[in-house]
T-cell receptor, first 113, second 114 residues
Framework: AQSVTQLGSHVSVSEGALVLLRCNYSSSVPPYLFWYVQYPNQGLQLLLKYTSAATLVKGINGFEAEFKKSETSFHLTKPSAHMSDAAEYFCAVLGSAGNQFYFGTGTSLTVIP | DSGVTQTPKHLITATGQRVTLRCSPRSGDLSVYWYQQSLDQGLQFLIQYYNGEERAKGNILERFSAQQFPDLHSELNLSSLELGDSALYFC?????????????FGEGSRLTVL
């Protein structure tokens, strides 16, 4: 069975500081992993996805994530936080049947001016 | 704009009532997914349809049902509503069932049950 765990339901960073949002996965097969972002009063939108190509995946808005099989992790990072990055971030894994996405419980990112 | 359209955006109703939420997927997308987002349970997968057929079922209550029509739009029917059904209901679509597929989400329908 596939699942993801997001460590830390709330993360606060200062503007300009490093953003690190943690996600660990559990999968019996090579995983397909995603990060989605949800801005207030909006639906989720894709930030980036890992599909077994390069282990370092670059996404939109300066975000990137590194797939580490040895640590079963797929943490999301951004070198310098902007106020506009304040949102809810969800990690997700695609189920082995290829038709079901399992989402983490989300991490709310606050950026302090 | 993801291209996925959900109506209504907001809905307030009473316990015991029935509501229908509608979703139009992105042009060309054959799969439609329904998710429920609540504060205490996060984003829960309800059900998936592919080209009119049910393909996967998640934590969907028996009081809830869904279908996907020939024009690929989908409806989620919620009946005998309870206070705990108050949540944001998202529809998402994807091109097909490939492992590299991604989901495109609508803006959600916020249901409040009083």
């Amino acid at each position: 069975a596939q699942s993801v765990t997001q460590l830390g339901s709330h993360v606060s960073v200062s503007e300009g500081a490093l953003v690190l949002l943690r996600c660990n996965y559990s999968s019996s097969v090579p995983p397909y992993l995603f990060w989605y972002v949800q801005y207030p009063n909006q639906g989720l939108q894709l930030l980036l996805k890992y599909t077994s190509a390069a282990t370092l995946v670059k996404g939109i808005n300066g975000f990137e994530a590194e797939f580490k099989k040895s640590e079963t992790s797929f943490h999301l990072t951004k070198p310098s936080a902007h106020m506009s990055d304040a949102a809810e971030y969800f990690c997700a894994v695609l189920g082995s049947a290829g038709n079901q996405f399992y989402f983490g419980t989300g991490t709310s990112l606050t950026v302090i001016p | 704009d993801s291209g996925v359209t959900q109506t209504p955006k907001h809905l307030i109703t009473a316990t015991g009532q029935r509501v229908t939420l509608r979703c139009s997927p992105r042009s060309g997308d054959l799969s439609v997914y329904w998710y429920q987002q609540s504060l205490d349970q996060g984003l829960q997968f309800l059900i998936q349809y592919y080209n009119g057929e049910e393909r996967a079922k998640g934590n969907i209550l028996e009081r809830f049902s869904a279908q996907q029509f020939p024009d690929l739009h989908s409806e989620l029917n919620l009946s005998s509503l309870e206070l705990g059904d108050s949540a944001l209901y998202f529809c998402a679509s994807s091109r097909g069932e490939t492992k590299v597929g991604e989901l495109f989400f609508g803006e959600g329908s916020r249901l409040t049950v009083l």
